[in-house]
């Protein structure tokens, strides 16, 4: 059974910092590329960044360029993302997706978890 599950969100204050864990179950994570994606509380779902299977190549949309890091552990068959330098626009519950075919489509989605930026 394929299943990912985040963690590590939480209350942070404005210029902290979070480390997310997606920890993959039934699949590999270095045979697919894992996106991390967020949505805002009326927004829509944006991509924030992704890791490719074919050649570990990341991508990360503008506003997190600089401050957020994806990575890969084979070993733990999980995937980070880690978030510096936090603003109040990044509280959004984010999600984890896998793809088997690239960074541009996912076919398994986790729960999510709340990243919450606030004094």
């Known amino acids: 059974q394929v299943q990912l599950v985040e963690s590590g969100g939480g209350l942070v204050q404005p210029g902290g910092s979070l480390r997310l864990s997606c920890a993959a179950s039934?699949?590999?994570?270095?045979?697919?590329?894992i996106g991390w994606f967020r949505q805002a509380p009326g927004k829509e779902r944006e991509g924030v960044s992704c890791?490719?299977?074919?050649?570990?190549?990341?991508y990360y949309r503008d506003s997190v360029r600089g401050r957020f890091t994806i990575s890969r552990d084979n070993a733990k068959n999980t995937v980070y993302l880690q978030m510096n330098s936090l603003k109040p626009e990044d509280t959004a519950v984010y999600y984890c997706?896998?793809?088997?075919?690239?960074?541009?489509?996912?076919?398994?989605w986790g729960q999510g978890t709340l990243v919450t930026v606030s004094e």
């Open positions: 997706a896998a793809g088997k075919t690239g960074c541009h489509q996912f076919e398994y």
């Open positions: 890791i490719s299977s074919s050649d570990g190549n990341t």
């Open positions: 039934g699949f590999t994570v270095d045979y697919y590329s």
